[in-house]
């Protein structure tokens, strides 16, 4: 591993038990937030287009596959599912996104959230020198990760996509619920009432320089920026997927291995409306309880999914062997 403050080099990926007293190229003492987290894995973090990103690399070689989970919510929860892919000879990089878990909050209204997102992961790929690999996730990590084959086909070796989200019924209830009410926050409050909302004050706790960042913050960009993202957002309801057309699916040349939700939010009919228009992808329907259309859950079910994911690892694992093999 290379320090960030005196090399030129980008850091060189770090590894599960890699980690190192001082920097291999300069001897310089390497900072304390190269720790580890609960769950033994090492917590380094790189400058990211002027963003603090935290991250993880489980694996000790083979080829990088980036996972991101859903919603907002931080990396830790892919940990288990990555060690169980990483077992097959892979390296999976985990990063808190952006306004997430331990990372910075920033609020770029260049591109849609799921762009900006995208856009850092290339970067961080770029900078670990894990580029090209395969980029999954499930429901907002899947949109990620459907960005990402967009925009960066250079940096892409395959998609792992679950639980994608379509339909109009999603579109209004994830709108609202990631951008809507902190609009309304923030107008009725400001930029305080963001740093006491539930999911920012957990980004505090995660990164308490988080506080200072979100109260210096203009509010009137803040508004506008998730104005924008929500706009963006909304424009994806009569989309086979959210964010992504049918010419934007047919164009992508990338293997993909798809599993189907069943709920409401991420529906069978849209995995199976991205399994159709994604030329090269293999669809699975069975990795959790197969319900139909119209007996879906309401809600996703965590412990289900959870429960899968030995499943889940074997079918990926499986998948990603055949694209190296062939």
Known sequence: MWCRSTCTSPAAPLTRGSCLPACSRCCRK????????????????????????????IGDGGPFIALTPG????????????????????????????????????FDGSGSEHEVWADDLYELGKQLGALPMY???????????????????????????WRLTGG?????????????????????GGMQAIADSEHFAECITARPSNKERLLTQDVNSFIDVM??????????????????SEADLNAIKAPA???AGNDVIHTPVTA??????????????DVVERRSDDNLRQ?????????????????????????ETN
């Open 30 to 57: 390497l900072p304390d937030n190269n720790a580890y987290n609960r769950s033994g894995v090492e917590m380094p973090e790189a400058l990211v287009r002027g963003v603090r990103i935290n991250y993880a690399i």
């Open 71 to 106: 919603s907002r919510r931080p990396y830790g929860e892919l940990v288990d599912l990555s060690k169980a892919i990483a077992a097959n000879g892979y390296r999976v990089l985990l990063h808190d996104r952006r306004n997430c878990g331990a990372s910075d909050v920033a």
């Open 135 to 161: 980029v999954g996730g499930s429901s907002a990590g899947a949109r990620l990760a459907i960005m990402y084959a967009m925009r960066h086909p250079d940096g892409l070796r395959g998609l792992l996509l």
């Open 168 to 188: 109009q019924e999603a579109v209004d209830k994830l709108s609202e619920n990631y951008y809507g009410q902190y609009i309304k926050l923030a107008r009725a």
């Open 227 to 244: 104005t924008k993202w929500r706009a963006k957002f909304l424009e994806s309801a009569k989309l086979p997927i959210v964010g992504a």
């Open 257 to 259: 291995c798809l599993v």
């Open 272 to 285: 199976r409306k991205a399994a159709r228009l994604i030329p090269n992808s293999e669809l699975h329907e």
């Open 299 to 323: 809600e996703w079910d965590r412990q289900e999914w959870r429960d899968a994911e030995p499943k889940l690892a074997k079918i990926f694992a499986a998948f990603l062997n055949r694209v």
